[in-house]
Each structure stands twice: as C-alpha cells, then as structure tokens.
C-alpha cells in the first residue's frame, strides 16, 4: 500500500508540475517533547510517557490550474509505533476548488478529501498544541471525502458552507468504511455583525452502519444515527483574543434504544500577544475544557482538562505569519468518577512552516 501511494503521490507531482499556472510547495513540521505523568497500575505515581517525536510532517503542492481552478495536496508523515519502521504516511488532503462552477457570487465548490466545516476545526490554528474541541474528542473528524459549498454572504457579514461527505473521516477508505450508505451532511454558518465579533454554528447528520444487514436482511443492532450542534463566539480585540464554542451529540439506536446517549463539551480559550508590550511576538494561552461523554447521572464520567501555553513565534514569513515557533504547553486532566484516570502532561514543540511558488 505504501509503494501505492508513493507512485500516487509521485504521479500527482509530476502531472501538476506540467499542467498547472503556478505550483507552490508548502510544508509544516511539528517536532515535539512530550512527557506525561500519572498513575501506574499498581496504583503509584509515574512517569507514563517520555519522548521526542515527529507528530505532523505536512508536505503538499497548491497547484492553480486557471484564474477559477485550483488544488490543494497534501500528505502527512508522523511518529508512529504502529508501523514497525517507526514512521507512518497518510494522505490528508487532495481537492480541487472551482469558482464560478456554480451562478452565486463568491461560492466555491470544493471536490475531494478536504476539512469537515463542523465547529472550529476549518478554522483552528493550533495556538495550544491540542486539538479543536470536535476533533478532540471524536464529535466528527478533522477530514474527509466530500463535495462543499463555500461561499461569502454579501456586505461582508459572514461565511457559510454546505457539505456531505462519507462520514468516516479521512483516514478511512475501502474495507474500513463503515457499513452505511448514507452520508453525512453538513451546513455551517459564521456571522460577524461588529468588527472583531464572530457568531455562529454548525450542525452535521452523520449515522453509522446499515439499518439492515445484508447477511439476512434482519435489523441490525448496531445502527445508530448522530446529531451534532455546535455554537461558537470568538471575540477579538488588540492583542486580546476569546473563544467559546460548545458542542453537543445526540446518539440514537433505532433497534436498541438502550444504548442511546448525549455527549457535550465546553471549550473556554482566551489568549494575549505581548508583542506591542514586550516588543517580542510570545502568546498566553488558557483553555478550559468540560466534556461529557454520556450526558448521564447514572453513567457520570466527566472529563475536566485545563492548560496553559506560552507561544515564543521567533521567524516570521513575508505575510507575517509565524514561519519558526516555540510552543510551550502544561496540561492537567481530571476524571470525576475515577482519580487514577488523572494526568498532566508536559509537551514542548518546535514548529516550522515553508512555503515557496516554484513555477
């Protein structure tokens, strides 16, 4: 499969490379310290984890093949102990983005693995080293394979999407995915009535397995369909920036309605650039996260996580972005039924970025 993907990925080069306008390359690497201490099996304290790993290694092309055509492709090559030499390869994404396809001013229409416009993850620049709070914790995935609308409501008060896409994520495809025919559909909305004020929300059907198994044509258990809703504020002002976003995820076994459940969480992350203070571009960062898997008295199982960060952004590229970061992040857990669930974990990441049009 690997030796696939490589002459997949080697093929895609080479025709993007003789049909395209422009090509840029880009790339962005997450090399990163982790150590996490909490509560071995025998009960005592311990050092669970202690480490240096590539956990992101992006590298991609951003093909423009006409003034209303272009692509993005990108692969992701990480640490892994799942794989026996160490390291693994996936493809992230690889879509194309046309303009005009459809008569609506400023739609888009993007075709291929691309992100999922649930919550924050289209938009989460990975201030704090952790993940946006759908992805986290498994409200819907980071990618997947999919057709969305996107498109810019005139007078510049906001954007919207519409998507359906497999459902599964990214990561599956062929044999693993599930066993449903139905797709997952999405819409998502961001209004900005007052510069720096952002509102809005996202809401996804998704559903997993067949109503009917195929063996016999008998109700199959295991079907369950999912409602997610996600609210969002941020507010942003000077070097002052707030964001607020709670999710919530409706479970329901049509053939077994014992198993169904609700799932919630509250994300809470403010942040603050010392740069026009301290004269150096450094980031505080809190963030307050709530999450409930099951929504229920008689099964509690709350997760409590709090961290704090400090960003030192010591490279910037010619737009200003940070092209070279220092990423400092504590983070402590908390289970409300079990205390040796609890944990801190210290993580410290060199991140870096490039980016250059080569045609």
């Not at 895609?12 to 049909?19: D, E, K, R």
């Not at 739609?107 to 291929?112: C, D, Q």
């Not at 289209?122 to 080293?129: A, E, F, M, P, S």
């Not at 737009?319 to 504590?330: D, G, I």
Request: aromatic share 10%.
């Amino acid at each position: 499969m690997k030796k696939l993907l490589m002459l997949t990925v080697l093929g895609i080069l080479l025709l993007a490379g003789l049909t395209a306008q422009e090509l840029k390359i880009a790339g962005e690497m997450w090399n990163r310290w982790t150590m996490e201490n909490g509560t071995a099996p025998d009960g005592s304290d311990a050092t669970l984890k202690n480490f240096f790993s590539l956990e992101r290694g992006y590298l991609g092309l951003e093909p423009k093949f006409s003034e209303t055509v272009k692509g993005r492709f990108t692969v992701d090559i990480f640490s892994t102990d799942l794989i026996k030499d160490g390291a693994g390869l996936k493809l992230k994404y690889a879509y194309l983005d046309f303009s005009h396809l459809i008569p609506v001013p400023d739609l888009t229409t993007t075709v291929g693995l691309q992100k999922v416009y649930f919550g924050t993850i289209y938009d989460w620049n990975y201030k704090l080293i952790g993940k946006a709070p759908s992805d986290e914790y498994k409200f819907a995935n980071s990618a997947d394979y999919g057709i969305t609308l996107n498109g810019y409501i005139p007078g510049g008060w906001g954007e919207y999407a519409l998507g359906m896409y497999n459902g599964e994520g990214y990561k599956a495809y062929g044999i693993n995915l599930k066993d449903n025919i139905d797709p997952a559909l999405l819409a998502n909305l961001r209004l900005t009535p007052l510069a720096g004020i952002t509102i809005g929300g996202s809401i996804m059907a998704n559903s997993s397995e067949r109503d009917q198994l195929l063996a016999d044509a008998t109700d199959n258990a295991n079907r369950n369909t999912q409602m997610l809703l996600d609210g969002l504020l941020r507010a942003a002002y000077g070097p002052v920036d707030l964001w607020v976003e709670y999710l919530s995820k409706d479970v329901s076994y049509p053939h077994d309605s014992g198993k169904d459940h609700t799932a919630n969480a509250l994300m809470v992350m403010p942040s603050l650039n010392l740069k026009k203070i301290a004269g150096a571009d450094i980031d505080l960062i809190g963030r307050y996260d709530r999450y409930d898997p099951t929504d229920s008295s008689a099964n509690e199982n709350i997760l409590t996580t709090l961290t704090g960060g400090v960003n030192y952004n010591f490279m910037h590229n010619a737009s200003a972005v940070p092209a070279m970061q220092l990423q400092l992040n504590y983070t402590a857990k908390s289970n409300s039924v079990s205390e040796s669930a609890d944990s801190t974990t210290l993580m410290l990441q060199l991140k870096w970025r490039f980016s250059k049009t080569i045609k």
